[in-house]
């Protein structure tokens, strides 16, 4: 089994297969985990499509199933994995995350209260919320 970690969720992959430093996965998990689809005229979010290079659509698409490693590296984004190649990780290029944190707009997160109860920041929306965090390192 394949677990793909990103900024949105940690996604068991069942369809994926490795090959290398290949990920391949089938088109419909991609867009599940990533937000991309596979479109005729490319990869696909919303408005923004991203044409598969001209001669080289092999390296990206095999049947129904979506080189995970390659569209992401092409876009920029970092992707490291395990030693066993179980655990992907899609991480976002410095740019975005740059433009994110100008933002000073905070990421929507979960987390439970001292009853267990699970709240997120989102539900606090027009309310002033402040987040304090720690770490002992």
């Known amino acids: 089994m394949v677990v793909v970690l990103n900024e949105q969720a940690d996604t068991e992959c069942p369809s994926a297969r490795v090959e290398g430093e290949r990920l391949w996965i089938d088109a419909g998990e991609f867009q599940a985990v990533t937000g991309w689809s596979l479109k005729p005229e490319g990869f696909c979010r919303g408005d923004i499509c991203v044409p598969v290079p ?34 992907w990780v899609l991480g976002t290029n410095a740019s975005d995350r740059s433009s994110s944190l100008q933002s000073l707009e905070a990421p929507d997160f979960s987390l439970p209260d001292l009853e267990g109860r699970t709240h997120a920041l989102s539900e606090q929306r027009g309310k002033k919320v402040l987040v304090a965090t720690w770490a002992s390192w």
């Open 54 to 87: 001209a001669g080289r659509a092999h390296e990206f698409v095999a049947g129904n199933a979506v080189n995970a490693a390659a569209f992401w590296g092409r876009m920029g984004n970092p992707i490291v994995h395990d030693a066993a190649r179980e655990v």
